[in-house]
């Protein structure tokens, strides 16, 4: 199992990755969940996917994508948009309820948001909760690396279970919410003290 953080600087230096990762976030998002979302050439993207975000990927060593994560700096604009859960509560996303957060949605050059996070269907159950904990893991790095000391994310509601598992601090930013027939949360990934 590997590990890369992809950016439109490097993705020329990683053969098909890029692009088999918006193939995986396809299988998930539009072939396994039904969602309604964007795609193109077997690929799902959004209006997030730009030049300013970042983008973990957990693969094996032929480049098969196990799970993904995209990290956005807050303080992106691009036209309307800026980042998906800043927008949710502006109520440019119909998706996505506009109450989501308890207070204003931060822009701050030290917070990000993760977002479409997944681990593909088809990693066994017995490797699942590696893959998801290597994720985190790189995750909690590339944002570190980034210079941020906070995530944003909507999550599952179910991430108490897990979160202290893959040892990251979280705090529930948000009310739970049913989105598409899940709970979901707005939850704030704090790697203040894990910074070196």
């Known amino acids: 199992m590997q590990t890369t953080t992809l950016s439109f600087e490097n993705i020329h230096q990683n053969g098909e990755l890029f692009a088999n990762m918006f193939r995986a976030r396809r299988e998930l998002f ?3 969940n039904k969602w309604d979302l964007p795609e193109a050439m077997g690929m799902e993207y959004d209006q997030y996917d730009t030049p300013a975000s970042r983008w973990v990927v957990v693969h094996d060593k032929l480049g098969k994508v ?3 994560n995209r990290l956005t700096p807050t303080t992106a604009h691009c036209g309307i948009y800026s980042y998906m859960i800043r927008d949710a509560q502006r109520g440019l996303l119909d998706t996505i309820p506009s109450n989501l957060l308890y207070e204003e949605a931060p822009v701050s050059e030290t917070v990000w948001e993760s ?6 269907h088809d990693v066994p159950a017995r490797l699942r909760r590696r893959v998801h904990a290597q994720l985190v893991f790189e995750l909690a790095k590339a944002a570190r690396n980034l210079g941020a000391t906070q995530c944003l994310t909507l999550l599952n509601a179910n991430w108490p279970r897990w979160a202290k598992r893959v040892g990251v601090d979280m705090t529930a930013m948000g009310p739970v919410m049913e989105i598409d027939g899940i709970n979901n949360q707005v939850v704030s990934m704090n790697f203040a003290s894990n910074l070196h």
Request: glycine content about 8%; aromatic content about 8%; cysteine-free.
């Open 66 to 68: 196990l799970a993904g």
């Open 115 to 120: 977002s479409r996070l997944f681990v593909s």
């Open 30 to 32: 539009i072939v396994q």
